[in-house]
């Protein structure tokens, strides 16, 4: 490390106000109750448990931060290596549940090797396989004894699943498969865990028997001896490289030579092949499996608002810090004035604000809807009820939660994912210069969670899926079979009232706010089945519309979702009056500000008129801002995100911006110990230390 700065060096101080100083006041201007918001939102249970896990890594040498962001990639993934082998000893020692696991892993801040296998290695051998195989496979999984992940993406096709190249063929005369890479294009590729750490990948193949394609399904495949870790024979495997961000983690590439495995390893909870007969044996249930699929979905809608909180919480903190000119408006010589109270910053944060809460809320429903779709589906199965084929898609439109799910965990995850994305970019350029630094915290978190945005359905392509069931839906209701979910009621009452039209008071009733919202989905849906059916026009064509739709729609939902947790008893026996008020302010902020941002597809559907639109603007938007801003500071401590967890010079609690940021630029960075030799004529880069004899 860098030598000590000299005594002069340290005994200087910002100059005043004070970051704790500052941040004290910002705090003593608000009366929003933190701790009974923070459990709210996260659970006193949720609360402890991180307080428990954070008071037992945070000291451990092999979870030191400091040089997290000077490091090589080389040296970084083996640290992340030994930080996720010492959690699973934790684990052990502690007899941690699997919400402690990842407790962990989110204070840890980066994504460990194990990544995969501890997601979705081991939920995809609990969810998908038969008993025989849990004990073959699962058991040794979750003990460790072999290490896994999950290789579905290929070099040549990530979203398009149905377009998989690896190959699984049935050989009905040693009751085997063949798993083989027919292509380049074949190589699995992006895959996490796989390039140096797994032992074992759940690969998706398409599966043939006889000649004929059944389609992609899911094979245990050993690919690398358990005691030396080399790749077994006409197995190739490594790392992809350095990537944009996630460098923590060792994606994968996979290629296989006509490599055999047992009969066994064809996942078969769902669907199997008959060693017998050598036919195909169809699922009893085929719609069972795409509950993992849900989970991951729901699961990202409900972290993003944890994700984009991250950023908000050091981009609230130091703009709150951070004085910069003064007020032209000022009568008398002021000082600078904190950024905060900028109205361009204001109206990039406050709604970012309002938007985590919103996403909050809105996973929570989402987990609700999972698991009530879950209870219906273990009745389903249950002898003498119904069963049904096909995928969601081929379900009657609107009269099964499982497709109302599945389009919704669809467009809330493209929203959600989004949303926190680009708010992480957001908030980083709120802090100005120091944002661009890693210190900041916020870069790392943006470069790592970017994938987001196109793992697990490209946000772009999942759009596709929404507008697909929006369509089945109004055909049903408009032969007069729609159901009683909220998509066929909504369609359903535009149509009673669109020759009338609409007349939302959007500014004043906050159950009109969320009725132009659904409204405005109604219109477009109707819009696009027009243009699908009556005008023949190719789906290709209609792309751009389906987007518009699928977003509009996930937006409703999200206001809707908003709305009811403001509304609820929970809320209404858990807060004081004033917390409350906040709380329905940011409802207010993050609806009118979206409604504001969409003003066109509102006036278009005739939701709200021009005089609306402008006073929403003008008027709503801008007062709310005012109204918001003084609890900013405690709306983003009741989220409770431990300093330890965020990482950030900018975003301390305690408000020693300065003294942080210099801190570690001084004393942590390594290249501070470095001494170049400047000149172009010497062929050295760096001057030889001085000998100390």
């Known amino acids: 490390m860098p030598s000590p700065p000299p005594d002069w060096v340290k005994a200087l101080k910002p100059s005043d106000p004070q970051g704790s100083e500052i941040l004290d006041e910002e705090r003593s201007q608000s009366s929003v109750a933190v701790d009974r918001l923070g459990e709210l939102l996260h659970t006193k249970q949720a609360l402890d448990r991180q307080q428990r896990i954070l008071n037992l890594i945070q000291h451990e040498k092999v979870f030191d931060k400091s040089q997290n962001h000077s490091l090589g990639r080389v040296d970084r993934i083996q640290r992340s290596l030994a930080k996720g082998k010492r959690l699973q000893q934790l684990a052990e020692q502690h007899n941690w549940s699997q919400e402690d696991y990842h407790q962990a892993n989110e204070l840890i801040g980066e994504p460990t090797p194990y990544g995969l296998h501890a997601t979705m290695f081991l939920v995809t051998l609990r969810e998908q396989t038969t008993p025989e195989q849990k004990k073959l496979f699962l058991e040794r999984a979750e003990k460790y004894q072999i290490i896994g992940c999950y290789a579905q993406t290929e070099l040549g096709h990530g979203s398009n699943v149905r377009g998989l190249e690896t190959t699984a063929t049935w050989n009905s005369d040693d009751k085997t498969f063949t798993i083989h890479s027919p292509a380049l294009t074949a190589s699995k590729w992006w895959i996490g865990s796989l390039g140096r750490t797994a032992n074992h990948a759940v690969v998706m193949a398409q599966l043939y028997i006889n000649g004929k394609n059944y389609g992609p399904h899911p094979f245990v495949v050993q690919i690398r001896d358990l005691q030396t870790h080399q790749p077994l024979e006409n197995v190739y495997v490594g790392d992809i490289g350095p990537k944009f961000g996630y460098n923590t983690m060792d994606n994968g590439f996979l290629l296989f030579n006509n490599v055999k495995i047992p009969h066994v390893n064809m996942l078969a909870r769902f669907a199997s092949v008959d060693k017998n007969t050598n036919k195909y044996v169809r699922p009893a249930l085929a719609t069972l499996v795409y509950g993992t699929m849900t989970w991951v979905r729901s699961n990202i809608v409900l972290q993003a608002g944890g994700v984009l909180a991250r950023g908000v919480t050091i981009a609230v903190r130091y703009c709150a810090v951070r004085r910069q000119f003064q007020d032209r408006d000022a009568t008398e010589p002021v000082g600078e004035n904190p950024v905060l109270n900028y109205k361009m910053v204001q109206v990039r944060l406050l709604p970012l604000l309002a938007a985590m809460y919103a996403l909050h809320f809105t996973g929570r429903g989402m987990m609700r809807l999972y698991q009530e779709n879950q209870n219906r589906m273990k009745q389903a199965s249950e002898p003498g009820q119904e069963k049904r084929g096909a995928g969601p898609e081929e379900l009657r439109a609107g009269a099964d939660l499982l497709a109302d799910l599945h389009a919704t965990s669809c467009g809330l995850k493209a929203l959600a994912s989004t949303t926190a994305g680009e708010g992480l970019e957001v908030c980083r350029r709120a802090c100005g210069g120091h944002g661009y630094s890693s210190y900041s915290g916020i870069g790392p978190y943006y470069s790592d969670y970017l994938p987001t945005l196109t793992w697990e ?41 669109r020759d009338k039209g609409a007349s939302f008071d959007v500014l004043e009733d906050d159950g009109d706010i969320v009725a132009a919202f659904a409204w405005r989905t109604a219109h477009l849906t109707f819009e696009a089945l027009k243009h699908r059916d009556v005008e023949k026009r190719s789906w290709n064509s209609l792309l751009v519309d389906f987007w518009r739709l699928s977003t509009a729609h996930s937006q409703y939902l999200m206001v809707k979702n908003f709305y009811d947790a403001v509304t609820s008893p929970e809320l209404a026996a858990e807060l004081d009056p004033e917390t409350r008020g906040v709380v329905h302010k940011l409802f207010r902020l993050h609806a009118l500000h979206t409604l504001e941002r969409e003003a066109a597809e509102f006036f278009s559907s005739s939701a709200v008129t021009t005089r609306q639109i402008s006073l929403t603007r003008t008027n709503a938007v801008m007062q709310l801002l005012d109204e918001v801003r003084p609890h900013a500071v405690r709306l983003v401590d009741a989220w409770k995100i431990p300093d330890w967890q965020l990482d950030s010079s900018l975003g301390r609690s305690d408000g020693q911006v300065y003294e942080d940021l210099f801190r570690r630029a001084s004393q942590e960075n390594p290249v501070n110990e470095l001494t170049f030799d400047p000149y172009p004529w010497n062929a050295s880069v760096l001057k030889e230390p001085k000998s100390k004899l």
């Open 457 to 497: 359905g490209d946000n772009y392509m999942l759009t596709q899926q929404v507008a697909r069931y929006l369509l089945k839906a109004a055909r049903a209701v408009l032969a007069g079979k729609g159901t009683d979910n909220d998509t066929s009621k909504i369609l359903q009452a535009y149509l009673a009232r």
